[in-house]
Protein backbone atom coordinates (compact mmCIF):
# COMPACT_ATOMS: atom_id res chain seq x y z
CA UNK A 1 0.00 0.00 0.00
CA UNK A 2 2.70 2.57 1.24
CA UNK A 3 4.47 2.33 -2.58
CA UNK A 4 1.32 3.31 -4.39
CA UNK A 5 1.46 6.92 -2.14
CA UNK A 6 4.13 9.58 -3.42
CA UNK A 7 6.31 11.23 -0.82
CA UNK A 8 3.68 14.54 -0.90
CA UNK A 9 0.66 12.13 -0.36
CA UNK A 10 2.40 10.35 2.60
CA UNK A 11 2.77 13.84 3.74
CA UNK A 12 -0.65 14.81 3.83
CA UNK A 13 -1.98 11.66 5.06
CA UNK A 14 0.90 11.85 8.06
CA UNK A 15 0.28 15.74 8.60
CA UNK A 16 -3.67 14.63 8.84
CA UNK A 17 -3.78 11.64 10.63
CA UNK A 18 -1.02 13.26 13.04
CA UNK A 19 -3.37 17.14 13.97
CA UNK A 20 -6.44 14.72 14.84
CA UNK A 21 -4.66 12.79 16.62
CA UNK A 22 -3.45 16.07 18.79
CA UNK A 23 -6.65 17.33 18.33
CA UNK A 24 -8.71 14.80 20.16
CA UNK A 25 -6.01 14.79 23.49
CA UNK A 26 -6.77 17.80 25.06
CA UNK A 27 -8.73 20.15 22.43
CA UNK A 28 -12.24 21.09 24.46
CA UNK A 29 -15.55 19.54 23.96
CA UNK A 30 -18.00 21.67 22.11
CA UNK A 31 -20.85 22.47 23.35
CA UNK A 32 -23.48 21.51 23.40
CA UNK A 33 -22.97 18.75 20.75
CA UNK A 34 -19.60 17.33 21.38
CA UNK A 35 -20.00 17.42 25.10
CA UNK A 36 -24.07 15.93 24.94
CA UNK A 37 -22.87 13.18 22.92
CA UNK A 38 -20.30 12.21 25.64
CA UNK A 39 -22.39 13.05 28.23
CA UNK A 40 -24.45 10.88 27.81
CA UNK A 41 -22.11 7.13 27.48
CA UNK A 42 -20.97 9.10 31.20
CA UNK A 43 -24.38 8.75 32.19
CA UNK A 44 -24.46 5.02 31.00
CA UNK A 45 -22.18 4.45 32.96
CA UNK A 46 -22.86 6.35 36.22
CA UNK A 47 -26.51 4.81 35.79
CA UNK A 48 -26.00 1.74 34.48
CA UNK A 49 -29.02 1.86 31.74
CA UNK A 50 -27.37 0.22 28.54
CA UNK A 51 -30.67 -0.12 27.19
CA UNK A 52 -31.89 3.27 26.35
CA UNK A 53 -28.83 5.68 26.93
CA UNK A 54 -29.86 8.83 29.34
CA UNK A 55 -30.02 12.35 28.16
CA UNK A 56 -30.08 13.25 32.06
CA UNK A 57 -30.84 11.22 35.16
CA UNK A 58 -34.60 9.98 34.89
CA UNK A 59 -34.63 11.46 31.32
CA UNK A 60 -34.28 9.17 28.32
CA UNK A 61 -32.50 10.00 25.12
CA UNK A 62 -34.90 9.24 22.27
CA UNK A 63 -33.42 11.53 19.51
CA UNK A 64 -31.05 8.88 18.68
CA UNK A 65 -29.89 4.99 18.91
CA UNK A 66 -27.40 3.46 21.18
CA UNK A 67 -24.25 2.24 18.89
CA UNK A 68 -22.60 5.03 19.25
CA UNK A 69 -23.09 5.73 23.13
CA UNK A 70 -21.89 2.43 23.65
CA UNK A 71 -18.50 2.65 22.07
CA UNK A 72 -18.30 5.97 23.95
CA UNK A 73 -18.68 4.19 26.97
CA UNK A 74 -16.64 1.67 26.26
CA UNK A 75 -13.65 3.79 25.80
CA UNK A 76 -14.14 5.89 29.04
CA UNK A 77 -14.35 2.26 30.40
CA UNK A 78 -10.91 1.73 29.09
CA UNK A 79 -9.26 5.45 29.75
CA UNK A 80 -11.38 7.31 32.02
CA UNK A 81 -13.25 10.17 31.21
CA UNK A 82 -11.78 12.68 28.98
CA UNK A 83 -11.91 14.28 25.28
CA UNK A 84 -9.32 11.54 24.24
CA UNK A 85 -11.11 8.76 25.44
CA UNK A 86 -14.54 10.14 24.27
CA UNK A 87 -12.91 10.90 20.41
CA UNK A 88 -11.16 7.97 19.86
CA UNK A 89 -13.48 5.72 18.85
CA UNK A 90 -14.94 8.37 16.01
CA UNK A 91 -10.73 8.33 15.34
CA UNK A 92 -10.91 4.55 14.54
CA UNK A 93 -14.63 4.53 12.80
CA UNK A 94 -12.72 7.66 10.58
CA UNK A 95 -9.83 5.42 9.89
CA UNK A 96 -11.99 2.02 9.25
CA UNK A 97 -13.92 4.46 6.18
CA UNK A 98 -10.41 5.24 5.22
CA UNK A 99 -9.21 2.16 4.94
CA UNK A 100 -12.81 0.64 3.24
CA UNK A 101 -12.69 3.24 0.48
CA UNK A 102 -9.09 2.55 -0.25
CA UNK A 103 -9.90 -0.96 -0.60
CA UNK A 104 -12.70 -0.43 -2.90
CA UNK A 105 -10.74 2.65 -4.99
CA UNK A 106 -7.70 -0.04 -5.36
CA UNK A 107 -10.47 -2.44 -7.21
CA UNK A 108 -12.28 0.06 -9.28
CA UNK A 109 -9.70 2.47 -10.01
CA UNK A 110 -6.28 0.95 -9.28
CA UNK A 111 -3.66 1.09 -6.66
CA UNK A 112 -2.11 4.58 -7.48
CA UNK A 113 -5.63 6.52 -8.08
CA UNK A 114 -6.97 4.79 -4.89
CA UNK A 115 -3.87 6.56 -3.09
CA UNK A 116 -5.07 9.91 -4.66
CA UNK A 117 -8.47 9.17 -3.56
CA UNK A 118 -7.35 8.64 0.17
CA UNK A 119 -5.55 12.05 0.31
CA UNK A 120 -9.00 13.97 -0.95
CA UNK A 121 -10.95 11.98 1.30
CA UNK A 122 -9.04 12.56 4.19
CA UNK A 123 -8.07 16.32 3.68
CA UNK A 124 -11.66 17.10 2.78
CA UNK A 125 -12.90 20.00 5.52
CA UNK A 126 -15.65 17.75 6.50
CA UNK A 127 -14.15 14.51 7.06
CA UNK A 128 -11.14 15.95 8.90
CA UNK A 129 -13.36 17.57 10.99
CA UNK A 130 -15.74 14.96 11.47
CA UNK A 131 -12.99 12.19 12.23
CA UNK A 132 -11.75 13.74 15.47
CA UNK A 133 -15.33 14.62 16.80
CA UNK A 134 -17.40 13.51 19.38
CA UNK A 135 -20.68 13.10 16.32
CA UNK A 136 -22.97 9.96 15.17
CA UNK A 137 -21.99 11.22 12.04
CA UNK A 138 -18.78 9.37 11.34
CA UNK A 139 -20.36 5.98 12.58
CA UNK A 140 -23.15 6.35 9.89
CA UNK A 141 -21.04 6.97 7.14
CA UNK A 142 -18.88 3.75 8.06
CA UNK A 143 -22.39 1.89 7.88
CA UNK A 144 -22.67 3.53 4.65
CA UNK A 145 -19.91 3.25 3.13
CA UNK A 146 -19.84 -0.39 4.10
CA UNK A 147 -23.55 -1.28 2.45
CA UNK A 148 -22.80 0.35 -1.08
CA UNK A 149 -19.14 -1.21 -1.48
CA UNK A 150 -20.40 -4.47 0.06
CA UNK A 151 -23.54 -4.27 -2.60
CA UNK A 152 -21.11 -3.28 -5.85
CA UNK A 153 -18.89 -6.07 -4.59
CA UNK A 154 -21.48 -8.86 -4.42
CA UNK A 155 -22.37 -8.03 -7.68
CA UNK A 156 -18.74 -7.99 -9.25
CA UNK A 157 -16.85 -10.28 -7.36
CA UNK A 158 -15.34 -12.85 -9.62
CA UNK A 159 -15.51 -15.78 -6.59
CA UNK A 160 -18.87 -16.38 -6.10
CA UNK A 161 -18.21 -17.67 -2.21
CA UNK A 162 -16.95 -13.97 -1.94
CA UNK A 163 -19.75 -12.12 -2.96
CA UNK A 164 -22.03 -14.22 -1.15
CA UNK A 165 -20.44 -12.81 2.02
CA UNK A 166 -20.43 -9.37 0.48
CA UNK A 167 -23.77 -9.56 -0.27
CA UNK A 168 -24.21 -10.54 3.82
CA UNK A 169 -22.15 -7.51 4.80
CA UNK A 170 -24.09 -5.71 2.95
CA UNK A 171 -26.96 -6.42 4.94
CA UNK A 172 -24.80 -5.91 8.49
CA UNK A 173 -24.28 -2.39 7.49
CA UNK A 174 -27.33 -1.11 7.03
CA UNK A 175 -28.48 -3.14 10.16
CA UNK A 176 -25.62 -1.33 12.48
CA UNK A 177 -26.93 1.97 10.58
CA UNK A 178 -30.22 1.22 12.44
CA UNK A 179 -28.39 0.99 16.02
CA UNK A 180 -26.27 4.37 15.35
CA UNK A 181 -29.10 6.48 13.72
CA UNK A 182 -32.24 4.35 12.11
CA UNK A 183 -34.06 4.25 9.50
CA UNK A 184 -31.94 7.42 7.32
CA UNK A 185 -29.34 4.53 6.90
CA UNK A 186 -31.95 2.36 4.44
CA UNK A 187 -32.99 5.87 2.70
CA UNK A 188 -29.58 6.87 2.10
CA UNK A 189 -28.25 3.40 0.48
CA UNK A 190 -31.11 2.66 -1.38
CA UNK A 191 -32.24 6.04 -3.23
CA UNK A 192 -28.70 5.68 -5.22
CA UNK A 193 -28.88 1.89 -5.48
CA UNK A 194 -32.90 1.81 -6.56
CA UNK A 195 -32.03 4.89 -8.89
CA UNK A 196 -28.50 2.38 -10.52
CA UNK A 197 -30.11 -0.52 -11.39
CA UNK A 198 -32.76 1.53 -13.06
CA UNK A 199 -30.20 4.06 -15.05
CA UNK A 200 -27.68 0.61 -15.70
CA UNK A 201 -30.54 -1.83 -16.22
CA UNK A 202 -29.32 -4.13 -13.29
CA UNK A 203 -32.21 -5.35 -11.79
CA UNK A 204 -31.66 -9.12 -12.33
CA UNK A 205 -28.07 -9.54 -11.09
CA UNK A 206 -29.24 -7.34 -7.81
CA UNK A 207 -32.66 -9.66 -7.70
CA UNK A 208 -30.34 -13.06 -8.54
CA UNK A 209 -26.78 -12.27 -6.18
CA UNK A 210 -28.18 -10.27 -3.45
CA UNK A 211 -30.35 -12.59 -0.76
CA UNK A 212 -33.09 -10.00 -0.35
CA UNK A 213 -34.99 -12.20 1.97
CA UNK A 214 -32.03 -13.58 4.31
CA UNK A 215 -30.13 -10.67 4.17
CA UNK A 216 -33.04 -8.23 5.74
CA UNK A 217 -33.98 -11.10 8.46
CA UNK A 218 -29.88 -10.69 9.18
CA UNK A 219 -30.43 -7.00 9.28
CA UNK A 220 -33.37 -7.10 11.41
CA UNK A 221 -32.29 -9.32 13.67
CA UNK A 222 -28.97 -7.02 14.07
CA UNK A 223 -31.30 -3.70 15.27
CA UNK A 224 -35.39 -4.74 15.54
CA UNK A 225 -34.57 -6.84 19.75
CA UNK A 226 -33.19 -3.62 20.72
CA UNK A 227 -36.12 -1.53 19.04
CA UNK A 228 -38.80 -3.61 20.97
CA UNK A 229 -36.64 -3.64 24.35
CA UNK A 230 -36.33 -0.11 24.31
CA UNK A 231 -39.69 0.72 23.77
CA UNK A 232 -40.31 -1.64 26.59
CA UNK A 233 -37.61 -0.06 28.67
CA UNK A 234 -38.72 3.41 27.67
CA UNK A 235 -42.45 3.59 26.49
CA UNK A 236 -43.14 6.19 24.15
CA UNK A 237 -39.72 6.37 21.94
CA UNK A 238 -40.73 4.58 18.87
CA UNK A 239 -43.43 6.71 18.28
CA UNK A 240 -40.96 10.05 19.08
CA UNK A 241 -38.18 8.67 17.02
CA UNK A 242 -39.53 7.27 14.15
CA UNK A 243 -42.56 9.84 13.72
CA UNK A 244 -41.02 12.76 15.34
CA UNK A 245 -37.37 12.45 14.07
CA UNK A 246 -37.86 10.47 10.73
CA UNK A 247 -41.23 12.44 9.53
CA UNK A 248 -41.75 15.58 11.13
CA UNK A 249 -38.05 16.75 11.62
CA UNK A 250 -37.79 16.18 7.86
CA UNK A 251 -40.84 17.92 6.40
CA UNK A 252 -41.20 21.19 9.12
CA UNK A 253 -38.58 23.00 8.44
CA UNK A 254 -39.25 25.00 11.96
CA UNK A 255 -39.81 21.63 14.02
CA UNK A 256 -40.82 22.63 17.63
CA UNK A 257 -41.38 18.87 18.91
CA UNK A 258 -37.62 18.37 19.52
CA UNK A 259 -37.32 17.25 22.55
CA UNK A 260 -33.07 17.71 23.32
CA UNK A 261 -32.74 20.54 21.44
CA UNK A 262 -33.82 23.60 18.48
CA UNK A 263 -34.75 22.57 14.54
CA UNK A 264 -31.90 23.61 12.40
CA UNK A 265 -33.78 25.62 9.72
CA UNK A 266 -32.44 26.56 6.74
CA UNK A 267 -33.82 27.21 3.25
CA UNK A 268 -34.40 23.54 0.92
CA UNK A 269 -31.42 22.93 -0.74
CA UNK A 270 -29.24 24.91 0.68
CA UNK A 271 -27.45 21.65 1.72
CA UNK A 272 -25.62 21.82 -1.90
CA UNK A 273 -23.98 25.20 -0.29
CA UNK A 274 -22.99 23.27 2.72
CA UNK A 275 -21.55 20.50 0.61
CA UNK A 276 -19.02 22.78 -0.86
CA UNK A 277 -17.47 23.92 1.88
CA UNK A 278 -17.95 20.59 3.79
CA UNK A 279 -15.90 18.77 1.09
CA UNK A 280 -13.66 22.26 0.77
CA UNK A 281 -11.16 22.07 -1.23
CA UNK A 282 -11.69 19.88 -3.75
CA UNK A 283 -15.23 20.76 -4.60
CA UNK A 284 -14.15 23.72 -6.61
CA UNK A 285 -11.63 21.47 -7.90
CA UNK A 286 -13.82 19.17 -8.91
CA UNK A 287 -16.28 21.52 -10.19
CA UNK A 288 -13.58 23.48 -11.92
CA UNK A 289 -12.44 20.07 -13.63
CA UNK A 290 -16.19 19.58 -14.74
CA UNK A 291 -16.58 23.10 -16.69
CA UNK A 292 -13.17 22.36 -18.21
CA UNK A 293 -13.38 18.98 -19.07
CA UNK A 294 -15.71 19.28 -22.57
CA UNK A 295 -13.41 21.94 -23.66
CA UNK A 296 -10.85 19.41 -23.68
CA UNK A 297 -10.43 17.03 -26.67
CA UNK A 298 -8.66 13.98 -26.86
CA UNK A 299 -10.25 13.30 -23.45
CA UNK A 300 -12.47 10.12 -23.44
CA UNK A 301 -13.97 7.63 -20.70
CA UNK A 302 -15.13 4.29 -21.18
CA UNK A 303 -18.52 4.39 -19.64
CA UNK A 304 -18.67 0.39 -19.51
CA UNK A 305 -16.29 -2.83 -18.27
CA UNK A 306 -16.30 -5.94 -17.01
CA UNK A 307 -18.36 -5.21 -13.94
CA UNK A 308 -21.89 -5.10 -13.92
CA UNK A 309 -22.57 -1.68 -14.91
CA UNK A 310 -21.02 1.57 -14.91
CA UNK A 311 -19.11 2.47 -11.80
CA UNK A 312 -19.10 6.04 -12.56
CA UNK A 313 -22.89 6.39 -11.89
CA UNK A 314 -22.26 4.23 -9.04
CA UNK A 315 -20.13 7.03 -7.54
CA UNK A 316 -22.00 10.14 -8.37
CA UNK A 317 -24.89 8.75 -6.99
CA UNK A 318 -23.57 7.26 -4.08
CA UNK A 319 -21.86 10.98 -3.75
CA UNK A 320 -24.78 13.24 -4.23
CA UNK A 321 -27.77 11.14 -2.27
CA UNK A 322 -27.58 13.04 0.63
CA UNK A 323 -27.90 16.52 -1.05
CA UNK A 324 -30.51 15.26 -2.93
CA UNK A 325 -32.56 13.52 -0.32
CA UNK A 326 -32.19 16.46 2.12
CA UNK A 327 -32.72 19.03 -0.70
CA UNK A 328 -36.46 18.17 0.50
CA UNK A 329 -35.76 19.19 4.13
CA UNK A 330 -35.01 22.52 5.65
CA UNK A 331 -33.79 20.52 8.98
CA UNK A 332 -30.54 20.00 7.85
CA UNK A 333 -26.71 20.57 9.64
CA UNK A 334 -23.36 20.50 7.12
CA UNK A 335 -22.79 17.09 8.62
CA UNK A 336 -25.63 15.39 6.83
CA UNK A 337 -23.12 15.63 3.69
CA UNK A 338 -20.57 13.18 5.17
CA UNK A 339 -21.98 10.13 4.11
CA UNK A 340 -21.45 10.59 0.36
CA UNK A 341 -18.03 11.72 0.53
CA UNK A 342 -15.69 8.96 0.07
CA UNK A 343 -17.57 8.63 -3.26
CA UNK A 344 -16.78 12.35 -4.09
CA UNK A 345 -13.14 11.53 -2.98
CA UNK A 346 -13.13 8.86 -6.12
CA UNK A 347 -14.67 10.87 -8.16
CA UNK A 348 -12.36 14.14 -7.74
CA UNK A 349 -9.61 11.44 -8.41
CA UNK A 350 -11.21 10.21 -11.66
CA UNK A 351 -11.87 14.03 -12.90
CA UNK A 352 -8.57 14.66 -12.63
CA UNK A 353 -7.17 11.39 -14.71
CA UNK A 354 -9.37 12.83 -17.19
CA UNK A 355 -7.20 15.99 -17.88
CA UNK A 356 -4.04 14.18 -16.20
CA UNK A 357 -2.00 10.65 -15.87
CA UNK A 358 -2.18 9.87 -12.59
CA UNK A 359 1.53 10.08 -12.20
CA UNK A 360 1.53 13.30 -13.21
CA UNK A 361 -1.42 14.22 -10.37
CA UNK A 362 0.47 12.65 -7.93
CA UNK A 363 3.51 14.84 -8.43
CA UNK A 364 1.34 18.21 -9.62
CA UNK A 365 0.44 20.94 -8.14
CA UNK A 366 -3.29 19.49 -7.73
CA UNK A 367 -1.84 17.13 -4.70
CA UNK A 368 -0.72 20.01 -2.37
CA UNK A 369 -3.97 21.07 -2.21
CA UNK A 370 -4.48 18.29 0.37
CA UNK A 371 -2.34 20.26 2.98
CA UNK A 372 -4.38 23.39 3.83
CA UNK A 373 -7.15 21.19 6.01
CA UNK A 374 -4.50 19.51 7.69
CA UNK A 375 -2.21 22.75 7.78
CA UNK A 376 -5.31 24.94 9.50
CA UNK A 377 -6.28 22.48 11.13
CA UNK A 378 -2.15 22.38 13.00
CA UNK A 379 -2.09 26.33 13.28
CA UNK A 380 -4.80 26.55 15.22
CA UNK A 381 -4.28 23.33 17.52
CA UNK A 382 -1.09 24.99 18.14
CA UNK A 383 -2.63 28.68 18.81
CA UNK A 384 -5.01 26.86 21.27
CA UNK A 385 -2.04 25.35 23.35
CA UNK A 386 0.38 28.43 22.88
CA UNK A 387 -2.12 30.51 23.34
CA UNK A 388 -5.20 29.48 25.12
CA UNK A 389 -6.21 32.85 26.75
CA UNK A 390 -6.48 34.71 22.97
CA UNK A 391 -8.70 31.35 22.16
CA UNK A 392 -10.58 30.93 24.74
CA UNK A 393 -13.11 28.56 23.79
CA UNK A 394 -16.91 30.03 24.20
CA UNK A 395 -19.06 26.44 23.59
CA UNK A 396 -17.15 24.73 27.15
CA UNK A 397 -16.69 25.82 30.87
CA UNK A 398 -13.54 23.83 31.29
CA UNK A 399 -11.94 26.43 32.09
CA UNK A 400 -14.10 27.50 34.99
CA UNK A 401 -14.99 23.83 36.35
CA UNK A 402 -10.86 23.59 36.48
CA UNK A 403 -10.80 26.27 37.89
CA UNK A 404 -13.02 25.47 40.42
CA UNK A 405 -11.83 21.75 41.30
CA UNK A 406 -8.26 24.26 41.92
CA UNK A 407 -9.79 26.98 44.64
CA UNK A 408 -12.40 24.69 46.41
CA UNK A 409 -11.42 24.24 50.40
CA UNK A 410 -13.49 21.43 50.65
CA UNK A 411 -14.56 18.51 48.31
CA UNK A 412 -18.19 19.00 48.93
CA UNK A 413 -18.16 22.51 47.58
CA UNK A 414 -20.88 22.80 45.44
CA UNK A 415 -20.20 24.07 41.93
CA UNK A 416 -23.66 25.77 40.27
CA UNK A 417 -24.79 27.27 37.17
CA UNK A 418 -27.88 29.07 36.15
CA UNK A 419 -29.99 29.01 32.93
CA UNK A 420 -29.79 26.48 30.05
CA UNK A 421 -27.95 23.39 30.72
CA UNK A 422 -24.07 23.15 29.88
CA UNK A 423 -23.51 19.83 29.11
CA UNK A 424 -19.62 20.68 29.49
CA UNK A 425 -20.32 21.92 32.72
CA UNK A 426 -21.60 18.62 33.33
CA UNK A 427 -19.44 16.59 31.52
CA UNK A 428 -16.67 17.72 33.62
CA UNK A 429 -17.97 17.92 36.91
CA UNK A 430 -19.09 13.88 36.39
CA UNK A 431 -22.68 15.20 37.06
CA UNK A 432 -21.78 16.90 40.11
CA UNK A 433 -22.56 20.40 39.22
CA UNK A 434 -26.25 21.43 40.08
CA UNK A 435 -28.25 23.66 37.47
CA UNK A 436 -30.59 26.39 39.09
CA UNK A 437 -33.45 28.69 37.99
CA UNK A 438 -31.64 32.53 36.72
CA UNK A 439 -33.67 34.09 39.96
CA UNK A 440 -33.63 35.72 43.43
CA UNK A 441 -34.49 33.07 45.02
CA UNK A 442 -32.88 30.07 43.50
CA UNK A 443 -29.56 31.90 44.35
CA UNK A 444 -30.14 33.45 47.91
CA UNK A 445 -30.76 29.66 48.80
CA UNK A 446 -27.00 28.90 47.83
CA UNK A 447 -25.49 30.97 50.90
CA UNK A 448 -28.55 29.11 53.29
CA UNK A 449 -26.82 26.29 53.46
CA UNK A 450 -23.37 24.80 55.15
CA UNK A 451 -21.21 23.91 51.92
CA UNK A 452 -19.15 26.27 50.39
CA UNK A 453 -20.88 27.39 47.04
CA UNK A 454 -19.33 28.49 43.73
CA UNK A 455 -21.70 29.84 40.93
CA UNK A 456 -21.12 30.15 37.00
CA UNK A 457 -23.78 32.99 35.18
CA UNK A 458 -23.98 34.01 33.05
CA UNK A 459 -22.00 37.71 32.87
CA UNK A 460 -24.76 40.00 31.71
CA UNK A 461 -27.10 38.54 34.43
CA UNK A 462 -25.06 39.54 37.11
CA UNK A 463 -26.11 43.50 37.46
CA UNK A 464 -29.91 41.95 36.97
CA UNK A 465 -29.37 40.29 40.62
CA UNK A 466 -29.89 42.49 43.80
CA UNK A 467 -27.46 43.60 46.34
CA UNK A 468 -28.21 41.23 49.10
CA UNK A 469 -27.55 38.53 46.80
CA UNK A 470 -24.27 40.03 45.12
CA UNK A 471 -22.69 40.61 48.55
CA UNK A 472 -22.66 36.75 49.44
CA UNK A 473 -20.77 36.51 46.02
CA UNK A 474 -17.37 37.15 45.07
CA UNK A 475 -15.81 37.13 41.40
CA UNK A 476 -13.21 34.68 40.80
CA UNK A 477 -12.67 34.99 36.77
CA UNK A 478 -14.19 36.01 34.05
CA UNK A 479 -14.63 33.86 30.28
CA UNK A 480 -16.24 35.14 27.39
CA UNK A 481 -19.47 35.31 28.01
CA UNK A 482 -19.44 33.63 31.88
CA UNK A 483 -18.54 34.41 35.35
CA UNK A 484 -17.13 32.42 38.09
CA UNK A 485 -18.39 33.15 40.96
CA UNK A 486 -17.39 32.02 44.86
CA UNK A 487 -19.66 32.30 48.04
CA UNK A 488 -18.01 34.86 50.29
Known sequence: MIKTFSHVSLAILLLAVLTRLLGIIEYPLHDPTEARYAEIPRLIIETGNWIMPPFDYDVPFWGKPPLTFWLTAISFKLFGYSEFAARLPVFLLASIVLWLSYR???VILGAEKAAFSSVVLISTALFFIASGAVMTDMALCLCISLSMISFWHALNNPSAQQAKKWSYLFFVGMGLGLLVKGPIVGVLVLLPLIAWVILEKQWLAAWQQIPWFKGSALMLLIAVPWYIIAEIDSPGFINYFLVGEHFKRFVDAGW????YGVAHEHPRGKIWLLWLFASFPWSFIFIGSAVSWPLRKNKTITLKNSCQGNWHSYLLLWAIAPMVFFSLSGNILYTYVLPGLPAFAMMVTEMLCLRFDIKAIMHSKWLY???IIPVVGLVFMGLAWTMPEKLKFEKNQKHLVEIFLNTRQADNSQLSYAGRRLFSIDFHTQGHAKRIT???????ALTN???EDYLIVKKKNIPKLPDSV??????????RKYALLKEK
Not at 256 to 259: E, I, P, S, V
Not at 470 to 479: A, D, G, Q, S
Open 470 to 479: LENFELITKY
Open 256 to 259: HGDL
Open 369 to 371: AGF
Open 104 to 106: FAK
Open 438 to 444: INVQSIA
Open 449 to 451: NSI
